[in-house]
């Protein structure tokens, strides 16, 4: 009886441990950056990354300021633009650390990022991923079956 109870618990811790790698290795990259632009970066290192903006704006709101660069990417600031806050692009030139750019197909973002939050394949319109940071998302919108717009989100 002694040995039928060992046989059966390392057949299960095989079947445990088996499972266990097969979930790690089909986990999805989480997301870092945009552009090379990290959320929680300073003013002083998205300037490092990126060089000046060509275009600041001030909206009085909880994201103030943006900053522009060109058509390629925005990136919102909190804090009084003492922390990145968001990051959005709609140019194929700024794209994820992950790999995933706007204009991308959606087979480009199910096999880099997987199923979108809530487990659902990428659809039309928005679709959540999770991000390294705990209180952050990367929303990818897709329009006519291609990525229209990439943004790395934050609740404060």
């Given at each position: 009886m002694q040995t039928l109870r060992t046989v059966i618990a390392i057949?299960?811790?095989?079947?445990?441990?088996?499972?266990?790698?097969?979930?790690?290795?089909?986990?999805?990259?989480?997301?870092?950056?945009?552009?090379?632009?990290?959320i929680g970066a300073s003013s002083v290192d998205v300037k490092k990354a990126l060089g000046e903006?060509?275009?600041?704006?001030?909206?009085?709101?909880?994201?103030?300021?943006?900053?522009?660069?060109?058509?390629?990417?925005?990136?919102?600031?909190?804090?009084?633009?003492?922390?990145?806050?968001?990051?959005?692009?709609?140019?194929?030139?700024?794209?994820?650390?992950?790999?995933v750019c706007p204009g991308a197909t959606i087979s480009a973002v199910q096999s880099t990022l997987g199923a979108s939050v809530g487990n659902g394949p990428v659809s039309e319109g928005s679709n959540q991923y999770r991000s390294v940071e705990e209180t952050c998302w990367l929303d990818v919108v897709v329009h006519k079956g291609r990525v229209s717009s990439i943004a790395l989100r934050c609740q404060p």
């Amino acid at each position: 009886m002694q040995t039928l109870r060992t046989v059966i618990a390392i057949q299960l811790a095989i079947v445990v441990t088996g499972l266990a790698v097969d979930a790690s290795a089909s986990e999805p990259r989480a997301t870092k950056t945009i552009g090379g632009v990290a959320i929680g970066a300073s003013s002083v290192d998205v300037k490092k990354a990126l060089g000046e903006p060509t275009d600041v704006r001030h909206t009085g709101d909880a994201l103030d300021p943006e900053w522009h660069y060109g058509e390629q990417l925005t990136v919102f600031f909190w804090d009084r633009g003492q922390q990145v806050a968001e990051i959005r692009s709609e140019s194929p030139k700024a794209c994820t650390d992950t790999g995933v750019c706007p204009g991308a197909t959606i087979s480009a973002v199910q096999s880099t990022l997987g199923a979108s939050v809530g487990n659902g394949p990428v659809s039309e319109g928005s679709n959540q991923y999770r991000s390294v940071e705990e209180t952050c998302w990367l929303d990818v919108v897709v329009h006519k079956g291609r990525v229209s717009s990439i943004a790395l989100r934050c609740q404060p």
